[in-house]
């Protein structure tokens, strides 16, 4: 019983709540200086990194953030990049919380 009560609600959270995981944040009209995250480069991420947190700066010790996945441009490659961590993170939590 346990276990389907486990599944069940799995199910129901992955698909009530799946459209909203690719909405994109409310846009701020006011704020226009910074950079769209969906057109990031690698440069960007160095810039912001060493912003935030000086002391440690840009940590990439595999080298993802200067390839190119596909051919594709930086903004690609780092968007995939993004994606791919916030959907593995997501993942983790629920394997945290046993599912």
């Avoid at 990049?81 to 593995?88: D, F, G, S, T, Y």
Wanted: glycine share 10%; net charge positive; proline share 4%.
């Amino acid at each position: 019983l346990d276990r389907q009560m486990k599944t069940s609600a799995l199910i129901f959270c992955s698909t009530a709540w799946s459209g909203y995981a690719f909405q994109s944040a409310p846009a701020n009209r006011a704020d226009t200086s910074r950079a769209s995250p969906l057109h990031e480069t690698k440069a960007d991420l160095e810039d912001l990194a060493k912003k935030l947190n000086p002391v440690i700066g840009y940590y990439d010790p595999l080298g993802l953030g200067g390839s190119r996945f596909a051919g594709r441009s930086d903004e690609f490659t780092v968007g995939f990049l993004r994606h791919a961590e916030i959907k593995h993170g997501r993942v983790a939590m629920l394997a945290t919380a046993g599912f």
